[in-house]
T-cell receptor
Framework: DAGVIQSPRHEVTEMGQEVTLRCKPI?????LFWYRQTMMRGLELLIY????????DSGMPEDRFSAKMPNASFSTLKIQPSEPRDSAVYFC???????????????FGPGTRLTVL | QQPVQSPQAVILREGEDAVINCSSS?????VHWYRQKHGEAPVFLMI?????EQKGHDKISASFNEKKQQSSLYLTASQLSYSGTYFC????????????FGQGTILTVHP
């Protein structure tokens, strides 16, 4: 099994540029989560989807951040315009809907390290 | 609200035991434990539900005391491979995975 796939693995951009992070969840998983990890704030949930529908986006820091999940096998997190304080590692995770909630282990992708100069 | 983990860091020699605590100011429905090695993604360890059950696999186990709103992770006879940062993630109510993670506990195991 391929696991959760994220691209790019590293991204360096300049302030003001648009950044798009991509995620392919594990096949058959129907929940998808976007996290941001920094030394100062730790691991924060930004948004999560269930069956491609955004369920809770209360963790999205600002309107500059947006996320989509057009189908079960693809999601994007976009930052426009980017700022230096957006520099972090962004993780995507997916989870199966098991027959017995709440055994919803989350499988994390390798992450995208974003640096905004 | 972010759960509080203690200690922030712990250093062990191989074969020693450790306990990592996770406390919340709110009522908890479930507690999830993950381990993250440097430069890698977090990896799932276990989930505990309210009810005080204890779970474990191999020499890592955990307990959940809903009255005290806390969970503890027990690492017995530590191995070098146990080194990493341990995170607890909490759910205040069933939310299909909406976790709030603690700040992490750095565990270092030396030979």
């Amino acid at each position: 099994d391929a696991g959760v796939i994220q691209s790019p693995r590293h991204e360096v951009t300049e302030m003001g540029q648009e950044v798009t992070l991509r995620c392919k969840p594990i096949s058959g998983h129907n929940s998808l989560f976007w996290y941001r990890q920094t030394m100062m704030r730790g691991l924060e949930l930004l948004i999560y989807f269930n069956n491609n529908v955004p369920i809770d986006d209360s963790g999205m820091p600002e309107d500059r951040f947006s996320a989509k999940m057009p189908n079960a096998s693809f999601s994007t997190l976009k930052i426009q315009p980017s700022e230096p304080r957006d520099s972090a590692v962004y993780f995507c995770a997916s989870s199966p809907r098991l027959s017995v909630y709440p055994y919803n282990e989350q499988f994390f992708g390798p992450g995208t390290r974003l640096t905004v100069l | 609200q972010q759960p509080v983990q203690s200690p922030q860091a712990v250093i062990l020699r191989e074969g020693e035991d450790a306990v990592i605590n996770c406390s919340s100011s709110k009522a908890l429905y479930s507690v999830h434990w993950y381990r993250q090695k440097h430069g890698e993604a977090p990896v799932f360890l276990m989930i505990l539900l309210k009810g005080g059950e204890q779970k474990g696999h191999d020499k890592i186990s955990a307990s959940f005391n809903e009255k005290k709103q806390q969970s503890s992770l027990y690492l017995t006879a530590s191995q070098l491979s146990y080194s990493g940062t341990y995170f607890c993630g909490t759910e205040g109510r069933p939310s299909y995975g909406k976790l709030t993670f603690g700040q992490g506990t750095i565990l270092t195991v030396h030979p």
